[in-house]
């Protein structure tokens, strides 16, 4: 047996000097006598002990050594020990990916032969030994183990290599046809397509690193050698041995060329992760491309590159819906399939914000990290304080057991004020929604003050919070800055008064400030991770609860659309059919349709008619299971092709809205999105035409075109004659003039089928529908229709609150006084954008960075790649809020064409763009991190070689000193440059917000050196002169040299009013513009009682015109709110107004009376009744003109005929302007303005007109039907 036994005792002297042995005693030889062979376990073991016991080989020497038998069990046994242990690991990696077939090259072949060169070396190695023990030289069994170890482990490496290379997997189809295992490492059965290795690659650099000493060790002995053969064979042998290792560990540097085959397509631009070495990936030094393309030039999307294909959507949506955790895309996935009931409680706002602001804070988990990092940090530290200060660290335990109550306080605190600020941010951006989809109505009413001053009330009650919120974060990083002083302070003086012996020495000093230095950090960024936790983790303990989660899991857990309300039995008779049907809006809503039995005959044209809230609309939705349905069956038989009443246009081409994912062709090609009403109606039908469904659903797409175009479209398309009359086709309409032709009418009341029958059977049975009818006709005849930390924390915090506040304000003050132009050119997703997700940058992120800012050199070339990251990040989230809210508003014509799967895949290609932007600036933070911990570790290293060499002059304390500081470095640097570096990155929102700051605003509300009288105008004279007006620079002219009169003097009645009449596009609507200003002349001028109304105010001359506009826009909030956003009326004034525009039923089906809320857009209201508010705000304003843009285009002929009377009796002594396309409406005008292509064609009293058969209006009212 071989026994290890000590040369001599250890010296015990406390001098480096006395403690370092003779150089003789260098060698193995003569620190270690040899006794008898034993077993390689029990020499490692006593290599181990030795080597701990004996300290002064290894540390108390100036040349430091290890033991002969240490290097070759030890330092040979780790490497190959660490390379099994990890093996099952690189072949679940193999197994698991998706690349196939790495072609043989010089790099990979020169691998696999320099491997077997070490299976041979080793193997000589082992039959060396052998032979040398055959021939008389003592050999110990460590001679014979560690060579066999070594062979079967570099036997491990060329399966591994073959493994990534070898191609016997053969994929075709949907087979995989697999070699089985052999024994042979030629033939093997992966071919995985690996280019680069971390497990070899660390397994090399061990086996290096490990084999130094020996290598050392060859060296010496072989200078020293007289020509023993044994001595110069182990030399040779192992020279080749540690080239061969140092060879191999430079070639894992370089990763092998790109496999043949992947299961994923190929991409454009690749990213240069998936083929980046081992060294590479783990520097992130792929990314120095793209580093120093940002640093010498702006970036642009085209340099960025493809998303990994297993980060795409396709890749992640999946695994998502497994194990359901919150993303983007699952929120538009969500938002698609909200029911009716969940979407009024969801808005759009409160969703965009859920997109823009909660999913953010999953996106960096780096808190994560610190919170299951800082607990380790805390006990290591504290164990190695203990001994060194034993139990008088119990002291500085106790401080920190203190601090335990603050911190759940805080967190209770944090976790409410975050809620409430939430919930003040959800309010304000669901208003700015609004209000960016109103715009246009709000600037007619002159209204945008008082939105303004909402949204800036809101805003302030969030930025209360927020400052509560600053207040408590100046108080935690007070108490946790001071906390590690504290710590040590009461450690030290527990330490030296419970002992006389104990003395605060340097070497006690420092190490333990060292280690009170470990634990700084985390305590100082407690506040930061207590915050982070309550904002995002749901139940990490009993003091923190969920936020983002909370809000995102609710938004989850909505209610979706019944999937089974409507069945698909293709065996029934007919293709529609409803039987006993009873339907609500929601579970617990009361009943909208019932007791339905409705059955559609296959091929039909079916009108279904009613008043004013009679439920059209609604038994459009129950078909296509929009409705809850309490009871009955729905049962539909082929596609659905579906046309809203309020038309459904994308930001998209012309093309796209109509295609609709369906083929293309070219007829359809055109752009634009400021369409006019009956524009965008035209698209809708063509869209449902296109789709070349087998059921055509069409809810009132008549209303919005004239009576030339309504017929147009009815004989061509819907009617018996059309492209569609071989098709089931259900009309909801308001019109009576094409009833005669349809197959059956359903007459609705109150939410039931009063009738159901032919043209001439309703008629013959003299019921509702033909008193309906006659007195129609009748109508129509008769012409009715720490203390600085403290306060720095809180003056920045404050500071930048303030600014926030500021930023906001002005961005909402400019946006609210943009052109018209600018938001039918702009996606409203666009502009929330910056309302949400950068106004949160502002409000949050920026604070907190600020707080560790402090300027840098180091990091320019960072900055230059990362802000522009930012920016082409925050660039690319904007189409996707865009298309968000497109497919929230579209949701039931998106589910009805059955398009959900169109629109999931455009949100995944949208968000996998986003991803790209972001991605790579997540790899530029970690780029940077890996650069400043390298810088860090250098200087720690110099500090401590200067602090060795320089150990006899310089001073202990000083030493220690140095080192400490030296090791707080890395942290200190790191969190130096990337705060300052997020400052900048993250300046980017206040750049976005700040350019809307900038634009081009509209002109003045008030002009106070041109003020018209207050009763201006008294008599409503109009006079157009010469007037052109075009929507932008770059389009035509949309009226062109307009010229008409409308002298109050003309009139013989009080009323004085005009029809404006023409062909869907000729202008109409374009007058409205011009008299309001939305879109300012071209050309020309107007006069309304002799004043240019281009010197005034827009508010002085919006405030003093009426519009009854062609969309009837309400906005969340109480009926009083929608009424009167100034709140200057009266509650009498308003009732008054909702009775005198016919609401009297209404109101008295309102419990809550003013108070009764209005959901987002009027969603809990018909129409109709819509359109009647918009009359009461118009009663509400008392001015001399009115504007009636096609207001009764969505109502029934009764409710026609009742607003025709209301503004006849409430309107006395105006002048009336009534935009129609229904003429009945107009045939009782004192005069007619008939435009055609821009121009006035005719302007003359009705009857002359109508005199006159060669007149456009005489042929309009032919077409009608009405002569």
């Known amino acids: 047996?071989?026994?290890?036994?000590?040369?001599?005792?250890?010296?015990?002297?406390?001098?480096?000097?006395?403690?370092?042995?003779?150089?003789?005693?260098?060698?193995?030889?003569?620190?270690?006598?040899?006794?008898?062979?034993?077993?390689?376990?029990?020499?490692?073991?006593?290599?181990?002990?030795?080597?701990?016991?004996?300290?002064?080989?290894?540390?108390?020497?100036?040349?430091?050594?290890?033991?002969?038998?240490?290097?070759?069990?030890?330092?040979?046994?780790?490497?190959?020990?660490?390379?099994?242990?990890?093996?099952?690991?690189?072949?679940?990696?193999?197994?698991?990916?998706?690349?196939?077939?790495?072609?043989?090259?010089?790099?990979?072949?020169?691998?696999?032969?320099?491997?077997i060169l070490l299976v041979l070396l080793s193997a000589g190695e082992l039959g060396a030994s052998i032979y040398f023990s055959l021939h008389g030289h003592k050999t110990y069994p460590v001679d014979y183990i560690t060579p066999a170890i070594k062979i079967v482990t570099l036997w491990l490496i060329p399966l591994l290599i073959n493994t990534a290379l070898t191609v016997l997997k053969v994929r075709k189809g949907g087979t995989t046809v697999t070699q089985m295992l052999t024994l042979t490492l030629s033939v093997n059965n992966k071919c995985e397509g690996l280019q680069s290795s971390g497990l070899l690659f660390l397994f090399w650099f061990f086996l290096v690193l490990c084999g130094i000493p020996q290598f050392r060790q060859e060296i010496?002995?072989?200078?020293?050698?007289?020509?023993?053969?044994?001595?110069?064979?182990?030399?040779?042998?192992?020279?080749?041995?540690?080239?061969?290792?140092?060879?191999?560990?430079?070639?894992?540097?370089?990763?092998?060329?790109?496999?043949?085959?992947?299961?994923?397509l190929p991409l454009e631009n690749p990213c240069p992760e998936l083929g980046a070495s081992f060294p590479s990936r783990l520097l992130f030094s792929w990314l120095d491309p793209l580093v120093w393309k940002?640093?010498?030039?702006?970036?642009?999307?085209?340099?960025?590159?493809?998303?990994?294909?297993?980060?795409?959507?396709?890749?992640?949506?999946?695994?998502?819906?497994?194990?359901?955790?919150?993303?983007?895309?699952?929120?538009?996935?969500?938002?698609?399939?909200?029911?009716n009931s969940a979407r009024q409680q969801s808005t759009v706002g409160e969703i965009v914000n859920l997109l823009t602001v909660d999913t953010q804070r999953f996106l960096d988990p780096s808190y994560l990290i610190m919170f299951f990092s800082a607990p380790l940090q805390f006990v290591l530290a504290l164990y190695f304080l203990w001994?060194?200060?034993?139990?008088?660290?119990?002291?500085?335990?106790?401080?920190?057991?203190?601090?335990?109550?603050?911190?759940?306080?805080?967190?209770?605190?944090?976790?409410?004020?975050?809620?409430?600020?939430?919930?003040?941010?959800?309010?304000?951006?669901?208003?700015?929604?609004?209000?960016?989809?109103?715009?246009?109505?709000?600037?007619?009413?002159?209204?945008?003050?008082?939105?303004?001053?909402?949204?800036?009330?809101?805003?302030?009650?969030?930025?209360?919070v927020m400052k509560q919120s600053a207040y408590l974060s100046a108080g935690t990083s007070f108490v946790f800055s001071c906390s590690p002083f504290l710590v040590a302070f009461i450690s030290f003086a527990t330490f030296v008064l419970v002992d006389e012996n104990n003395i605060l020495d340097a070497p006690t000093v420092f190490v333990s400030l060292t280690l009170f230095n470990i634990i700084r950090m985390p305590l100082s960024l407690m506040s930061n991770y207590v915050t982070a936790v309550v904002q995002v983790s749901y139940h990490l303990s009993a003091l923190n609860a969920n936020v983002s989660i909370q809000r995102i899991n609710t938004f989850m857990n909505a209610e979706e659309v019944q999937p089974d309300i409507v069945s698909q039995d293709q065996s029934q008779e007919h293709p529609m059919s409803i039987e006993n049907g009873l339907f609500c809006w929601n579970e617990d809503g009361p009943p909208i349709l019932k007791n339905i039995n409705l059955h559609v005959p296959q091929g039909a044209l079916v009108a279904v008619i009613g008043v004013v809230g009679s439920g059209k609309s609604s038994l459009a939705s129950a078909f296509l299971g929009e409705m809850y349905k309490l009871s009955g069956r729905v049962n539909v038989k082929g596609s659905v092709a579906y046309a809203s009443q309020q038309a459904w246009i994308q930001n998209?081409?012309?093309?796209?809205?109509?295609?609709?994912?369906?083929?293309?062709?070219?007829?359809?090609?055109?752009?634009?999105?400021?369409?006019?009403?009956?524009?965008?109606?035209?698209?809708?039908?063509?869209?449902?035409?296109?789709?070349?469904?087998?059921?055509?659903?069409?809810?009132?797409?008549?209303?919005?075109?004239?009576?030339?175009?309504?017929?147009?479209?009815?004989?061509?398309?819907?009617?018996?004659?059309?492209?569609?009359?071989?098709?089931?086709?259900?009309?909801?309409?308001?019109?009576?003039t094409f009833l005669h032709e349809v197959d059956l009418i359903v007459v609705l009341r109150d939410g039931e089928v009063s009738e159901t029958g032919s043209y001439k059977e309703l008629l013959a049975r003299k019921g509702a529908f033909s008193q309906f009818l006659l007195q129609h006709i009748q109508d129509v005849a008769t012409g009715d229709n720490v203390v600085s930390v403290c306060v720095a924390t809180l003056t920045i915090s404050i500071g930048t609150l303030n600014a926030a506040v500021a930023m906001h304000a002005k961005m909402l003050s400019n946006v609210l006084r943009l052109p018209q132009a600018m938001f039918d050119t702009t996606p409203i997703g666009r502009i929330l954008s910056r309302f949400s997700g950068d106004v949160n940058s502002i409000d949050i992120t920026l604070p907190n960075v600020l707080r560790l800012w402090i300027p840098t050199v180091c990091r320019c070339f960072y900055i230059a790649t990362s802000?522009?990251?930012?920016?082409?990040?925050?660039?690319?989230?904007?189409?996707?809020?865009?298309?968000?809210?497109?497919?929230?508003?579209?949701?039931?014509?998106?589910?009805?064409?059955?398009?959900?799967?169109?629109?999931?895949?455009?949100?995944?290609?949208?968000?996998?763009?986003?991803?790209?932007?972001?991605?790579?600036s997540i790899i530029a933070n970690r780029w940077l991190a890996v650069r400043l911990e390298i810088i860090g570790s250098i200087i720690i290293f110099f500090a401590s070689l200067f602090a060795v060499l320089g150990r006899e002059s310089m001073d202990p304390g000083?030493?220690?000193?140095?080192?400490?500081?030296?090791?707080?470095?890395?942290?200190?640097?790191?969190?130096?440059?990337?705060?300052?570096?997020?400052?900048?990155?993250?300046?980017?929102?206040?750049?976005?917000?700040?350019?809307?700051?900038?634009?081009?605003?509209?002109?003045?509300?008030?002009?106070?050196?041109?003020?018209?009288?207050?009763?201006?105008?008294?008599?409503?004279?109009?006079?157009?002169?010469?007037?052109?007006?075009?929507?932008?620079?770059?389009?035509?002219?949309?009226?062109?040299?307009?010229?008409?009169?409308?002298?109050?003097g003309e009139k013989s009645y009080l009323l004085f009013q005009v029809g404006i009449v023409g062909r869907t596009g000729a202008g109409k609507s374009s007058l409205t513009l011009a008299l309001f200003r939305i879109v300012e002349a071209a050309g020309g001028t107007i006069l309304i009682d002799g004043v240019d109304?281009?010197?005034?105010?827009?508010?002085?001359?919006?405030?003093?015109?009426?519009?009854?506009?062609?969309?009837?826009?309400?906005?969340?909030?109480?009926?009083?709110?929608?009424?009167?956003?100034?709140?200057?009326?009266?509650?009498?004034?308003?009732?008054?107004?909702?009775?005198?525009?016919?609401?009297?039923?209404?109101?008295?089906?309102?419990?809550?009376?003013?108070?009764?809320?209005?959901?987002?857009?009027?969603?809990?209201?018909?129409?109709?009744?819509?359109?009647?508010?918009?009359?009461?705000?118009?009663?509400?304003?008392?001015?001399?003109?009115?504007?009636?843009?096609?207001?009764?285009?969505?109502?029934?002929?009764?409710?026609?005929?009742?607003?025709?009377?209301?503004?006849?009796?409430?309107?006395?002594a105006c002048t009336v302007l009534t935009i129609a396309h229904r003429l009945n409406t107009v045939l009782d005008s004192n005069r007619v303005i008939v435009l055609d292509k821009d121009h006035v064609i005719e302007c003359d009293p009705p009857y002359k007109l109508l005199k006159d058969e060669t007149s456009l209006f005489y042929g309009m009212v032919k077409d009608a039907g009405l002569i």
């Not at 959507?313 to 359901?324: D, L």
């Not at 309504?710 to 086709?729: A, C, E």
């Not at 660039?875 to 998106?894: C, D, K, L, N, Q």
């Open 958 to 1048: 000083l030493v220690g000193l140095s080192v400490s500081y030296a090791l707080q470095i890395t942290q200190t640097l790191q969190w130096l440059v990337r705060s300052s570096s997020d400052v900048e990155t993250n300046i980017v929102a206040v750049e976005r917000i700040k350019e809307y700051q900038e634009y081009k605003r509209e002109a003045a509300w008030e002009l106070s050196d041109h003020l018209a009288y207050e009763d201006w105008p008294t008599h409503g004279v109009l006079e157009f002169r010469d007037y052109q007006l075009r929507y932008r620079e770059d389009l035509d002219l949309v009226l062109n040299g307009i010229n008409f009169t409308l002298q109050s």
């Open 294 to 339: 940002g640093y010498r030039n702006p970036l642009k999307s085209t340099d960025l590159w493809s998303l990994n294909p297993e980060d795409t959507s396709g890749e992640i949506v999946p695994v998502f819906n497994k194990h359901w955790e919150a993303t983007k895309l699952r929120e538009t996935k969500q938002a698609l399939f909200l029911s």
């Open 220 to 264: 010496r002995t072989f200078i020293q050698t007289d020509g023993d053969m044994k001595q110069i064979f182990r030399f040779v042998k192992y020279l080749m041995y540690y080239i061969i290792i140092a060879t191999m560990f430079l070639l894992n540097f370089f990763a092998d060329s790109q496999p043949k085959y992947s299961e994923y």
């Open 387 to 464: 001994d060194i200060l034993g139990p008088s660290v119990v002291a500085g335990v106790g401080v920190m057991i203190f601090l335990i109550p603050v911190n759940g306080f805080i967190a209770n605190k944090v976790k409410s004020l975050q809620i409430l600020q939430m919930n003040s941010k959800d309010k304000r951006v669901k208003l700015m929604n609004e209000i960016l989809n109103g715009i246009k109505v709000l600037k007619l009413y002159a209204w945008e003050p008082s939105f303004e001053q909402r949204i800036l009330q809101i805003r302030y009650k969030e930025m209360d």
């Open 1093 to 1212: 109304i281009s010197t005034l105010g827009l508010h002085t001359l919006r405030s003093r015109l009426t519009v009854i506009p062609q969309d009837p826009v309400l906005f969340c909030g109480s009926l009083r709110d929608n009424l009167d956003p100034t709140g200057r009326l009266s509650d009498q004034e308003l009732l008054t107004a909702l009775r005198n525009a016919g609401l009297s039923e209404f109101l008295r089906g309102l419990p809550e009376g003013l108070s009764h809320e209005i959901t987002e857009a009027g969603e809990n209201l018909s129409a109709g009744q819509r359109q009647l508010i918009c009359l009461a705000r118009a009663l509400l304003r008392k001015t001399k003109i009115l504007i009636l843009d096609e207001a009764t285009a969505a109502v029934d002929l009764e409710t026609d005929d009742w607003i025709q009377k209301t503004i006849r009796s409430e309107f006395e």
């Open 1 to 115: 047996m071989v026994r290890l036994e000590p040369a001599g005792p250890e010296s015990k002297s406390p001098d480096l000097k006395a403690r370092t042995p003779p150089r003789c005693q260098r060698h193995h030889s003569l620190v270690f006598k040899l006794t008898a062979p034993q077993s390689p376990t029990h020499c490692w073991a006593a290599a181990m002990r030795q080597s701990r016991d004996d300290a002064n080989l290894t540390w108390y020497t100036e040349d430091p050594d290890v033991t002969e038998c240490f290097q070759k069990t030890a330092l040979v046994w780790f490497p190959c020990l660490f390379l099994w242990l990890f093996t099952p690991l690189e072949y679940y990696y193999m197994h698991c990916s998706k690349s196939r077939d790495i072609p043989w090259n010089w790099h990979n072949g020169s691998k696999m032969v320099l491997t």
């Open 867 to 920: 802000r522009q990251l930012k920016r082409l990040e925050s660039i690319s989230r904007s189409p996707i809020v865009s298309h968000f809210g497109e497919s929230i508003i579209g949701a039931p014509t998106i589910r009805a064409y059955g398009a959900s799967q169109d629109f999931l895949r455009e949100a995944e290609k949208r968000v996998d763009f986003n991803q790209a932007c972001y991605y790579p």
């Open 652 to 736: 998209a081409t012309l093309r796209d809205n109509i295609l609709f994912g369906k083929k293309l062709d070219e007829r359809f090609y055109a752009c634009g999105i400021n369409l006019s009403g009956g524009q965008k109606q035209r698209v809708s039908l063509a869209r449902t035409v296109y789709n070349g469904a087998d059921i055509y659903l069409l809810d009132d797409p008549l209303s919005a075109v004239d009576s030339h175009v309504s017929k147009h479209i009815f004989h061509n398309v819907i009617g018996p004659t059309g492209i569609l009359r071989n098709k089931t086709r259900v009309l909801m309409t308001h019109s009576i």
